[in-house]
T-cell receptor
Framework: AQSVTQLDSQVPVFEEAPVELRCNYS??????LFWYVQYPNQGLQLLLK??????LVKGINGFEAEFNKSQTSFHLRKPSVHISDTAEYFC?????????????FGAGTQVVVTP | KAGVTQTPRYLIKTRGQQVTLSCSPI?????VSWYQQTPGQGLQFLFE???????NKGNFPGRFSGRQFSNSRSEMNVSTLELGDSALYLC?????????????FGEGSRLTVL
């Protein structure tokens, strides 16, 4: 079985400041890792994913994440946030042996960007 | 290109009733997954369909069922509704269930059970 822990339920941040959202996972098998964003009253949108290869993954809207196998972490970062980044962010994993549609999500981190 | 379309967007039911939610995937996508989102339990996987076959099922009671049609459209049904079934139900589609594809989510169907 696997689990996903997002260490912060809410992260307040000022506009143009950096932000880091933390995600730890546990799994007895190899996994793929994802970050999704959900804007108010919308579905989820993929920010980035780690399948294999380079541990630093770049995604859309200036986000990046680093896979750390030894610490079983996949933290998301953005060097300078905008008001429009206010949203809920979800870390997710899927087992490499599972089909693509079966994701296990963390509880989410609400990011609130203020001027 | 049209995105994933879910209908209805909002609905209110009473306990004991049943409900059917519909999902039209992106054109060409053959894999459809369903998720339940609640404030208490977060996002939970319900089931996944590919080529009209259920490939995976989450840990939900038998009251939750689904199907996929030959045009890849999918429906999910919840029978004998309970208050705890109030949730946002999200559908996601992808080209195929394997191979590194991205999941594309619809805006969801918000179900309120009174």
């Amino acid at each position: 079985a696997q689990s996903v822990t997002q260490l912060d339920s809410q992260v307040p941040v000022f506009e143009e400041a950096p932000v880091e959202l933390r995600c730890n996972y546990s799994s007895s098998v190899s996994v793929y890792l994802f970050w999704y964003v959900q804007y108010p009253n919308q579905g989820l949108q993929l920010l980035l994913k780690y399948l294999s290869g380079s541990t630093l993954v770049k995604g859309i809207n200036g986000f990046e994440a680093e896979f750390n196998k030894s610490q079983t972490s996949f933290h998301l970062r953005k060097p300078s946030v905008h008001i429009s980044d206010t949203a809920e962010y979800f870390c997710a994993v899927s087992r490499r042996t599972d089909s693509w549609g079966k994701l296990q999500f963390g509880a989410g981190t609400q990011v609130v960007v203020t001027p | 290109k049209a995105g994933v379309t879910q209908t209805p967007r909002y609905l209110i039911k009473t306990r004991g009733q049943q409900v059917t939610l519909s999902c039209s995937p992106i054109s060409g996508h053959r894999s459809v997954s369903w998720y339940q989102q609640t404030p208490g339990q977060g996002l939970q996987f319900l089931f996944e369909y590919f080529s009209e076959t259920q490939r995976n099922k989450g840990n939900f009671p038998g009251r939750f069922s689904g199907r996929q049609f030959s045009n890849s459209r999918s429906e999910m049904n919840v029978s004998t509704l309970e208050l705890g079934d109030s949730a946002l139900y999200l559908c996601a589609s992808s080209l195929a269930p394997t191979g590194g594809g991205e999941l594309f989510f619809g805006e969801g169907s918000r179900l309120t059970v009174l």
